[in-house]
């Protein structure tokens, strides 16, 4: 079961990061944070004498930094009628607004950053906007930030596809991936177009000049500061979510029929190519792998026809959901007791436990009585080596009673469609308690799958990408001079989401295995789980942080409060909940979907109210 509605509602946790938020108030899309710096203080001189002191090593206590909205606010500007304007009239007066976010801080951790839990505050800066006039210096709210508050800071390097959809100058097409066809996405996330940008950060493109050349100047203005503003600063978060593209971008990140992703862009296709040659070392090799005959890897196109609906000039250029040979098994389950499990069969032969507790934000949202979003289950199958044949599926549901919740027909047809015989064996067992509830999303009945290995290697290479990609930012910072111990990826966990196609995002690699860069993982409902997040992402002790984040648990009042206690036990160092605001009502657009997750007392959206006092709660102890 998954409501069109409640996956739309979902996508706009899944991707409502911190610059979506201007769309609450009177300015463009992504730009009101930027715009808000730039009126206020963009007049003002980065400090020129560097220190040269090294800046001492992360903070231990556990910092709670809400994502910051409309900084520049001061409430002297509450006079005009819309917030730009308000935040020039601020700008006038020679106001910053910090003494604005220093009594929002206080309301929660009252008399200052201090103990083991310390409330600080996630400002972002965006590499991809540049004034008219040419000269990048969003600084000047966080120099005076860094100043003035006692309290830790996170520094958001935000350059990804939503902060290009209004850069400045615009993103040139060389810097945009591409579908199959050539076509570059022309995908909206809600009201606001996105620019697809093509992850290589190698490329010697406008756009990855413009950034590191943004980059460079982040570094000289944190060499620049003092070394107690330096040493307020524990991470800076890099670039922002990255992954690839695909068709439907808000609400398309369950499709698993019909898909298109990026990217198959000439660069690309090159890079794919030499990679081919570094796996397989020679042609004779490709091809025994592949079952093809290649004459050099020049001739390998990336696969790209599904076999369903196309006619293939070779088998490998199939590609789908599941041309890569694994299959997800994967429903929900309002509740698993103690003793129970759900296994997977095939042929009447188990395989596998199911893995269970992924969130499931739509069914939490879409039925009233659900008490928990933790409910999905998933199981890989890996049908790359079964032989040809049509197979039966079926899930159980095992305790001290045994029950078949789900069977479907599954036919494993290789690289052929020739016909296949019937192969399917079962077991018998009793159909599950009419009060249970639960639902198989996938797979459908009567599913037919051919594996191809290109495409496995496709999708190999494209996670390759996702993770080169962090590398490069990582590498660039510290070129810039940023601090290597402070810089976090900026990630989506798409393996905690049941439902969604990882296939996708190929964005997962990114955050398992070891890293020269931290791990930051975004976590919203009921992703926000440390029990996850070891089982997917975490090595044994490792320190991470969750640049974006928010419960959306709104059955429960003491769900944030126990999150928040786990991520601090579980060894986070900082979480970055979305979003606090600095701006009034009265500039803020109704109704606003973004509303429901602004921090406050009074907001009982998403539990937001909850989520709020529980930060207090929990600085407070």
Not at 63 to 89: D, F, N, R
Request: proline share 6%; glycine share 8%; hydrophobic share 40%.
């Amino acid at each position: 079961m998954r409501p069109e509605s409640t996956l739309q509602c979902y996508a706009l946790k899944r991707f409502g990061i911190f610059f979506s938020m201007s769309r609450t108030v009177h300015l463009n899309p992504l730009r009101a944070w930027h715009v808000c710096a730039m009126l206020a203080w963009g007049a003002l001189e980065l400090p020129c004498a560097a220190q040269s002191a090294t800046p001492s090593a992360p903070a231990t206590p556990f910092v709670i930094a809400p994502m910051i909205e409309g900084q520049g606010y001061c409430k002297a500007g509450l006079v005009e009628p819309k917030l730009g304007l308000a935040i020039a009239h601020c700008a006038q007066r020679n106001d910053s607004g910090v003494k604005e976010l220093a009594a929002a801080l206080n309301a929660l951790e009252p008399g200052g950053a201090k103990g083991r839990v310390q409330v600080g505050y996630t400002i972002g800066i965006n590499l991809l906007e540049h004034p008219k006039d040419g000269v990048f210096n969003p600084f000047g709210f966080l120099t005076q930030a860094l100043h003035t508050l006692d309290r830790p800071a996170v520094i958001y390097l935000f350059a990804n596809h939503f902060a290009g959809s209004h850069a400045q100058p615009p993103i040139q097409a060389d810097s945009m991936a591409r579908f199959a066809d050539q076509s570059i996405p022309t995908e909206k996330y809600f009201q606001r177009s996105i620019a697809p940008i093509s992850l290589s950060l190698q490329t010697p493109t406008t756009t990855n000049q413009q950034r590191k050349s943004a980059l460079d100047k982040v570094g000289k203005w944190y060499a620049s500061l003092p070394l107690k503003s330096r040493n307020k600063i524990i991470a800076f978060t890099l670039a922002g979510e990255l992954h690839h593209f695909y068709d439907d971008f808000s609400t398309g990140m369950g499709r698993f029929d019909n898909i298109r992703i990026t990217d198959y862009s000439p660069a690309i296709v090159q890079n794919f190519q030499g990679w081919l040659r570094q796996r397989y070392r020679d042609v004779p090799a490709l091809n025994k792998a592949l079952g093809s005959d290649f004459k050099d890897f020049s001739q390998v196109e990336p696969p790209s026809k599904s076999i369903h609906s196309n006619r293939l000039g070779h088998f490998s250029e199939h590609f789908d959901s599941f041309a890569h040979g694994v299959v997800p098994i994967e429903g929900w389950l309002e509740k698993l007791a103690p003793g129970q499990q759900i296994r997977v069969y095939l042929n009447g032969a188990a395989v596998g436990l199911a893995e269970y507790g992924l969130n499931r934000q739509d069914v939490y949202e879409a039925l009233p009585d659900i008490q928990t979003a933790q409910l999905g289950f998933r199981y890989l199958l890996d049908f790359s080596r079964l032989p040809r044949g049509k197979y039966t599926i079926q899930v159980m549901l095992e305790g001290a009673k045994n029950y078949e919740l789900a069977r479907r027909s599954l036919s494993v047809m290789g690289n052929s469609q020739a016909p296949i015989n019937d192969l399917g064996k079962k077991i018998t067992a009793a159909g599950p308690p009419k009060d249970l509830k639960f639902y198989l999303d996938r797979p459908g009945q009567e599913l037919a799958v051919f594996y191809n290995p290109l495409a496995r290697d496709w999708l190999d290479f494209r996670s390759a990408q996702v993770t080169q990609a962090y590398d490069d930012w990582f590498d660039a910072c510290v070129a810039a001079g940023l601090p290597s111990q402070r810089l976090f990826t900026h990630q989506i966990a798409v393996a905690t989401v049941g439902g969604w196609n990882p296939v996708l995002f190929a964005s997962d690699a990114s955050l398992t295995g070891k890293h020269r860069y931290k791990k930051g993982i975004n976590l919203y409902g009921g992703s926000a789980s440390i029990e996850l997040l070891r089982r997917h992402y975490l090595e044994p002790g490792e320190t991470f942080g969750v640049p974006e984040f928010h419960t959306q648990s709104w059955k429960d009042n003491a769900a944030p409060v126990k999150v928040l206690h786990d991520l601090q036990q579980g060894g986070a160092s900082f979480v970055s909940p979305y979003f606090l605001s600095m701006a009034p009502d009265k500039y803020r657009d109704q109704p606003n979907a973004h509303d429901k997750f602004r921090l406050s007392p009074h907001n009982k959206d998403y539990g937001s109210d909850y989520l709020y006092r529980a930060i207090a709660d929990i600085a407070k102890k």
